[in-house]
């Protein structure tokens, strides 16, 4: 994430129309806005493997598989962000033209310039979504998925898989080897 440098502070109606003109993608974070850092190939081989997996297993469920140019609203006034692969099934969702507000599974392939916002203070706010029930972190550069769960006593807990492991996002009901997550990854940075 990138800040636009002496940028006044904007409401919410002049970032979408001010984003809407501009050729990359931009977050909303307090009336300020966050160029987005373009990945990698193997960044975006993994979150199209991601897609290729889950897109059929949610087909019939009325849950939607939506990549990195969906938005994530954190309320309708502010605070919006582009994670790597969300998956709603609300049926409110299906209504909205700018922005997810109901996410149920938010995936974000990590980098080394975002790892540390993507554990930190994005994920303190994607857990205000009252509809988030597991926030994923796949890493780009080895073999390795974080999965981070809300439990029944309200709590995030964390599993994490290693090469060899299944993966299960249990929020869709899903389960597959974590080669499938890199199949055609290199790690060549």
């Known amino acids: 994430m990138i800040a636009v440098p002496n940028n006044p502070k904007i409401s919410v109606d002049e970032y979408f129309e001010w984003e809407a003109k501009q050729e990359v993608r931009y977050e909303y974070i307090n009336g300020d806005v966050f160029a987005m850092a373009g990945g990698t ?17 949610v087909r019939g469920r009325n849950c939607r598989v939506l990549g990195s140019d969906a938005k994530v609203g954190i309320s309708k006034n502010g605070e919006f962000f582009y994670p790597d692969l969300l998956v709603t099934c609300d049926d409110r969702d299906r209504s909205s033209a700018k922005a997810v507000f ?17 554990r930190g203070g994005k994920f303190a706010r994607y857990r205000q979504l009252t509809s988030l029930c597991e926030y994923v972190l ?30 299960q996002l249990a929020s869709i009901d899903f389960e597959c080897a974590i080669a499938a997550i890199y199949e055609d990854v290199n790690f060549l940075g």
Do not use: C, M
Not at 106 to 114: A, F, K, M
Not at 139 to 167: C, M, P
């Open 41 to 57: 190939i193997d960044h975006s081989a993994i979150a199209a493997n991601l897609i290729a997996l889950l897109r059929p297993h």
């Open 102 to 118: 109901y996410p149920t599974l938010i995936i974000e392939v990590l980098s080394p310039s975002t790892e540390a916002y993507n």
């Open 138 to 167: 796949v890493s780009s550069e080895q073999i390795g998925v974080e999965a981070f769960r809300l439990n029944e006593r309200g709590k995030w807990e964390l599993t994490s898989y290693v090469d060899g492991d299944l993966v």
